[in-house]
């Protein structure tokens, strides 16, 4: 696909400011995906492969791109260490249905669990904490149907 | 305000997964107020102190918790070092109407511009980068009404 940059506004045109994604520099695309579209169940609303940066850019949302929140993956095809982590990136929050389900899913698929399921107040809903490929803590967080 | 756990769950209760915040911890969360708030304009959604934890949550967007994208500030009230950044964290994206505007209005409170507007490629819209207080960086993407 070439790099259409008009591509990069996303949503109503209604001159309202908002939050459009969280960045994520990977060094693996293909286990990030396997992490977020085939366990987490994401799509891939959009890549771009910038020959002139060697990058290559997807956005991954569970919505279509302009009422969703998404996540952009940033891969730069010539690197080779991995990415490091500082103590004040946090996480991304994601309800899912069903955090148990989830979790074994996901740590089936190789990620690794930080967190059990695990409800730490009364009514409040599960939660778990996995790490992405690159060790992104990603929390899931209950949210059944009504 | 008391801590209500089950204030976590946003959005509709659909059993549908979706994205919901990404989590910064901060150092100084008046400053970091100033910066999204006074600055970028989200508004506080949520605040919980946790005494036990001594810590409190805040959660600001720009929109209502259930439609809106939001970012989870985590500020531990005994911190006292700076947190520290990997390389793996990106950023977040913002769409503004008026991105020059914006950047004049976060480095006269202070923000650290890191790129000033700049339109990249022909059709392209100005993009900048600015740092929040705790050294995050944070996108700036014109988004003006159509």
Chains 1, 2 share one sequence.
Do not use: C
Request: charge should be negative.
């Amino acid at each position: 696909m070439s790099f259409d940059p008009r591509r990069v506004i996303r949503g109503p045109k209604d001159g309202r400011s908002r939050i459009m994604h969280t960045m994520l520099r990977v060094r693996d695309l293909d286990a990030s995906l396997r992490f977020y579209v085939e366990g987490l169940g994401m799509t891939v609303l959009e890549r771009v492969d910038i020959e002139v940066r060697r990058a290559t850019g997807v956005f991954i949302g569970f919505q279509a791109t302009d009422v969703g929140r998404l996540l952009e993956l940033t891969w730069y095809w010539d690197a080779e260490e991995p990415y490091t982590h500082g103590s004040g990136y946090g996480h991304v929050g994601v309800a899912v249905p069903d955090v148990a389900a989830m979790f074994d899913r996901l740590t089936a698929l190789g990620a690794r669990g930080v967190h059990p399921p695990a409800v730490l107040f009364e009514g409040a809903p599960a939660r778990a904490f996995v790490k992405d490929p690159d060790g992104n803590d990603v929390e899931l967080i209950e949210a059944p149907a009504a």
